[in-house]
């Protein structure tokens, strides 16, 4: 059985969008050229960060990392780490633009307590 | 005051005017993105005091120096900068009620200040400052 991405509503999270596979070439009258590769935005990547969990919880994002075979495997993850977000869930996702998730690195964990962690997780969006 | 000696019985030390503890903590903050308000658990505390002795040598319990000698120590190898390093301290701050069981706490601590002022016309006082060193021992309040 898969382990699931661990649903815990995150402190603190940073998305960005990423971009459509666009080479650009420049001429050297100062002209550019711009040819589209695909029609899928890709590239897209999000930290979520979760500050001062339970050991037991933060946990649960090594043993992720571990099922998913550290950065090769993709996955999605649930609707928990966009609570807060007061647009539609899709405009932070990557599984509606055809991509998934895959760790970029693995988790970070500081110990600030005793059983008490905070967890930093980096992820990209794979298109395949 | 009553200090803990080096066979680990508590003696009457000094003659104290007034003395503060004061034990705070700093939360730790567990906000996640779908509260509106900030939510806390517990973090690490932290206890510190101060206190003031009366500098007199009554020649039975009162012996300031006792204490301020823990922290305060001349060179002992003919080094400037070399000399015995501070002793920790375990003591009791008390009030004494009139109960049986005063109200009294016991703490390990390392010694932060120890000043000495003089004036004329008064007793010689010296202000202690100490940071508790983990948890009180025993705390009777």
């Not at chain 2, 004494?96 to 049986?100: A, E, F, P, Q």
């Given at each position: 059985m898969t382990t699931a991405f661990p649903a815990l509503v995150p402190s603190g999270r940073s998305f960005n969008a990423g971009n459509f596979p666009v080479k650009t070439y420049a001429a050297q009258d100062g002209g550019e050229v711009r040819i589209l590769y695909g029609s899928k935005r890709v590239g897209m990547t999000l930290q979520l960060t979760y500050q001062n969990i339970a050991d037991a919880n933060a946990e649960k994002f090594i043993d992720h990392f571990h099922e998913m075979k550290g950065t090769y495997n993709r996955f999605t993850i649930g609707t928990e780490s966009r609570d807060g977000w007061g647009s539609d869930d899709k405009w932070l996702g990557a599984v509606e633009w055809g991509s998934q998730w895959r760790y970029a690195q693995s988790p970070q964990l500081q110990s600030v307590y005793p059983g008490i962690s905070t967890v930093t997780v980096n992820l990209i969006a794979a298109l395949s | 005051m009553q200090i803990e000696n080096s066979s680990g019985t508590f003696v009457t030390l000094a003659k104290v005017t007034n003395w503060s503890i004061s034990s705070s903590q700093s939360p730790l903050q567990t906000t996640t993105l779908q509260d509106t308000d900030a939510t806390y658990i517990n973090g690490i505390r932290s206890t510190t005091g101060s206190c003031r002795l009366y500098y007199y040598d009554d020649g039975t319990t009162n012996s300031c120096s006792t204490l301020v000698k823990k922290l305060i120590k001349a060179r002992d190898t003919g080094e400037v900068g070399v000399a015995t390093e501070p002793e920790n301290v375990t003591f009791k701050l008390q009030v004494?009620?009139?109960?049986?069981t005063p109200k009294q706490i016991e703490v390990e601590a390392l010694l932060t200040s120890a000043s000495m002022s003089m004036a004329v016309g008064e007793v010689l006082a010296a202000d202690v400052a100490f940071q508790v060193n983990g948890a009180p021992k025993s705390v009777t309040i």
């Open positions: - | 004494l009620d009139g109960t049986t």
